[in-house]
Nanobody, 124 residues
Framework: QVQLVESGGGLVQAGGSLRLSCAVSGRTFSDYRMGWFRQAPGKEREFVAGRRWIGDNRVYADSVKGRFTISRDNSKNTLYLQMNSLKPEDTAVYYC?????????????????WGQGTQVTVSP
């Protein structure tokens, strides 16, 4: 059973940067669909960025394109989300998600495993 543990959240001023990490354990398939989602208070969970573990195809939400970068370190079994030029509207709990094989990267219900989330707060 795959387990995901996020870290790296915190409080940062607008314009600052954070890097979120998602440690992946128990991986039994060679390829996973991986995604970052976020949920602000009173709002639906929304897609932020996604990729397959194998290859270099990455997908971003329009709201973060050019500011966020999703990457992975195969040797450390870790997924990252580098967040630059942060804005107050980026404030949310950020979740890492995974699902074996191919599928809709941007669809939250299609993911089978979720981390516990890490809080990101961006002050004006």
């Amino acid at each position: 059973q795959v387990q995901l543990v996020e870290s790296g959240g915190g409080l940062v001023q607008a314009g600052g940067s954070l890097r979120l990490s998602c440690a992946v354990s128990g991986r039994t398939f060679s390829d996973y669909r991986m995604g970052w989602f976020r949920q602000a208070p009173g709002k639906e969970r929304e897609f932020v960025a996604g990729r397959r573990w194998i290859g270099d195809n990455r997908v971003y939400a329009d709201s973060v394109k050019g500011r966020f970068t999703i990457s992975r370190d195969n040797s450390k079994n870790t997924l990252y989300l580098q967040m630059n030029s942060l804005k107050p509207e980026d404030t949310a709990v950020y979740y890492c998600a995974a699902s074996p094989g191919v599928g809709p990267v941007m669809s939250a219900p299609s993911y089978t495993v979720w981390g516990q989330g890490t809080q990101v707060t961006v002050s004006p």
